[in-house]
């Protein structure tokens, strides 16, 4: 069975600050990896993903990925944070002809302070 | 404008009663799924279905039944055997190549008393 991990359940970061937010999985095939986030009041949605290639990923409002094929890891990042990207964050696996069943994290809250 | 809609926003039921959640979508995606958010315990998956008229289990699918009896809609039945049904309930859809990325309602939050 596949499951995910995601080490910070709050993080709280001042305007400005570089983010990382920590992903790891456990399943022994190949998978596809995504970061969803929540904005207040809003439909949970597809940051970035990694389906094949580059192991670096890039996704929307700044943010990017690695995934670290030994490591079993995705790390969410983003060099500088803004207000606005205040959420909550989720990281999700998808074993490779699991018919689409993805398994989520825990989910990180992040609030950043002005 | 392409979506997925779930209503209503919030339900309220009494203990004891079947109550059946609406999700429609009308993406032309083949595949959608349901799941459970509580808090700290991030999605968990209830039901999902790849094709009209076939739908598997997902983890906590006990007290829970669904249907798909055509390809825009999934409702889901949360019956009276579910121990714990308060909890905020999301639809999702996807295609069925490539990496299968979902795409989310807004959600029904049940409270059930």
């Known amino acids: 069975a596949q499951s995910v991990s995601q080490h910070n359940h709050h993080v709280i970061l001042s305007e400005a600050a570089s983010l990382e937010l920590g992903c790891n999985y456990s399943y022994g095939g190949t998978v596809n990896l995504f970061w969803y986030v929540q904005y207040p009041g809003q439909h949970l949605q597809l940051l970035l993903k990694y389906f094949s290639g580059d192991p670096l990923v890039k996704g929307i409002k700044g943010f990017e990925a690695e995934f670290i094929k030994s490591k079993f890891s995705f790390n969410l990042r983003k060099p500088s944070v803004q207000w606005s990207d205040t959420a909550e964050y989720f990281c999700a696996v998808n074993a490779r002809g699991n018919a689409g069943k993805s398994t989520f994290g825990d989910g990180t809250t992040l609030t950043v302070k002005p | 404008d392409g979506g997925i809609t779930q209503s209503p926003k919030y339900l309220f039921r009494k203990e004891g009663q079947n109550v059946t959640l609406s999700c429609e979508q009308n993406?032309?995606?083949?595949?959608m799924y349901w799941y459970r958010q509580d808090p700290g315990q991030g999605l968990r998956l209830i039901y999902y279905s790849q094709i009209v008229n076939d739908f598997q289990k997902g983890d906590i699918a006990e007290g829970y039944s669904v249907s798909r009896e055509k390809k825009e809609s999934f409702p889901l039945t949360v019956t009276s055997a579910q121990k714990n049904p308060t909890a905020f309930y999301l639809c999702?859809?996807?295609?069925?190549?490539?990496?299968?990325?979902?795409?989310f309602g807004p959600g029904t939050r049940l409270t059930v008393t």
């Open positions: 993406l032309n995606h083949d595949a």
């Open positions: 999702a859809s996807s295609g069925t190549t490539s990496s299968y990325e979902q795409y």
